[in-house]
């Protein structure tokens, strides 16, 4: 029998916690029988509920971290919130991987300083999977680092390019690298230096990609700094809303739209499902030892199930030893 | 009676140039009875065209800069084409403005070196008026300083805020900073020092605006480096491309929505239109001494004629003078 793969899940983390949390930690555990949940939060929340389910062990932990709460003051203060404790059980091996839809900044904090990055990982990196034109295309950093420096790059691409094969089954993933022309030598000094890198260091990059290629499938993986990636992801999300809503203005503006409209209410509906990021569930931290996998503070208890569930693939298909692996064969061909 | 205005029009600029270029001018034209267009382009086009308005005056200039000239290059080695002859124009006080749907570079490179900067503007902007929910938000830079030092950001700041007085008839616009979070500390080194800027300088500073603001109507005028701006810009481009085409896809792929987009395609059909950055006629490079107003490559006539209107308000509404006026008291209020 396959050994059970062990996953922390925050319980306290997300707009709708615990609620939607525990409603999306049922509906794994129905799922996938092979997935042992350890359940962290404040013990009234925790225990009555891991009491009803064989793969569920609840973990008392009596702080939460608020959304709003600075990043590394929160998790050197709030020694037993839930993402502190749920991330030192990651660390002292107890549980391979980590999930949480709170605080996205602490997460990452927690992630970095408690669990650790892999060793020869300069910065590790928040990756998110867009909703392309009929395939994924994973942009990373979307967050983590605020500034990068152009070599953090070619790091992120050998992650991303890792990432895509082994959790999305893509065979041979082209990277590209987010820039504000297509010729080599276009864009901001930062990015000149890094597309150079990129050309010098990954066999598979393809070249720059510009905003409006971001969601066209042109790339399977985009790198930038985590400034520009939040900024990109944000602008997707909010232009995605905003089209929505003029598409229902459009459609509700005269009797005839409004009878066209309940024809096709169903697709739009759809629609709105599947280019919804969480149906991915949540982003994943690459370059730090264990799995942590963050969910969007507004998950549902469908986005919490998918997040814990790519926590899963992600343990199941050996990411974080992947990385490691890749990281030792560059620099042993390099010092050979 | 009042005296007209006079603007350059590029009738070799642009993908589908010069046939939607000759149709813009002419329904420019038209439209607005005060414009004296002075047309550029190669004699076999512009001298017959010209020849049948009254209002129109051919200039001959025998190259043409293609899109993909290296910009500084370009104006240096042909000196005879239509952007070189056309800025010519306006540096030497013949024409007030200069339309063109060519290459972005080498417009924003002409403009800066022929016809040059205003005394005291560290470096021109690129502006664009985004589509946000029923009204509009100018964005700049968008692409004329890929690199940029945070104080450039305040003077963006005051042009932009101008342009939406003058030019969009907004009362009292409010700023805000492209970056990744609400909170002033947020963001990287560059945006947390553009934001102690703003606050200082800028009174109607209303704080950082993060990617999915940028399209809800939040702020007026966004400013942000020419980098993230262009990347951004794309990107929202890009992504109601997609949606667009992800609604299509989702209204044909049943008899029943078949149907009922039959009845809601006129509305779609007019929201394609309304969110076409090209409504509001191209995109004017702020901070230069005349105007200058650089159209989108895939221009079509009424993009091209919009443009045209745009450069005429922009040149009635005494735009450039009014930005020179802006820094000279803001100059002597540091002064006194």
Avoid: W
């Avoid at 080599?184 to 990129?198: M, P, R, T, V």
């Avoid at 993986?221 to 944000?234: E, M, P, Q, R, Y």
Wanted: charged share 20%.
């Amino acid at each position: 029998m396959t050994e059970s793969v062990k996953l922390v899940v925050d319980a306290m983390g997300g707009d709708n916690a615990p609620d939607v949390v525990l409603k999306g930690v049922s509906a794994a555990l129905a799922e996938n029988s092979e997935i042992e949940i350890y359940l962290c939060g404040t013990p009234d929340i925790v225990e009555p509920f891991a009491s009803s389910y064989d793969r569920c062990i609840p973990v008392s932990a009596s702080e939460v971290i608020g959304m709003g709460e600075h990043p590394v003051d929160a998790i050197k203060q709030k020694k037993d919130s839930s993402i502190v404790v749920g991330c030192g059980l990651v660390k002292d091996g107890v549980a391979q991987g980590f999930f949480s839809a709170g605080s996205t900044g602490a997460c990452l904090a927690a992630a970095t300083l408690i669990v650790g990055r892999i060793k020869g990982i300069k910065r590790p990196a928040l990756a998110v999977v867009l909703p392309s034109y009929n395939k994924p295309t994973l942009l990373l950093d979307v967050g983590a680092n605020a500034d990068c420096k152009p070599d953090y790059l070619v790091q992120f691409a050998k992650m991303g390019e890792i990432y895509m094969k082994d959790i999305l089954g893509v065979v041979s993933p082209s990277v590209g690298l987010l820039n504000i022309g297509e010729e080599d030598a276009k864009g901001s000094l930062f990015a000149q230096e890094a597309n150079s890198l990129l050309k010098a260091e990954i066999s598979s990059f393809a070249g720059n990609c510009e905003g409006g290629d971001l969601v066209d499938g042109k790339f399977d993986v985009v790198v930038t700094d985590g400034f520009t990636g939040n900024v990109c992801l944000k602008t997707i999300e909010g232009t995605s809303k905003l089209m929505l809503r003029y598409v229902k203005d459009a459609l509700t503006s005269s009797t005839s739209a409004k009878l066209g409209a309940a024809l096709v209410k169903g697709k739009l509906t759809k629609l709105k499902e599947d280019i919804n990021p969480d149906k991915y569930g949540g982003s994943p931290l690459l370059g730090i030892k264990g799995t942590c996998i963050i969910g969007h503070g507004s998950s549902n208890a469908e986005a919490i199930k998918n997040g814990i569930i790519a926590g899963y693939n992600a343990i199941r298909a050996n990411l974080s030893a992947s990385i490691e692996e890749s990281l030792r064969s560059a620099s042993s061909v390099k010092g050979s």
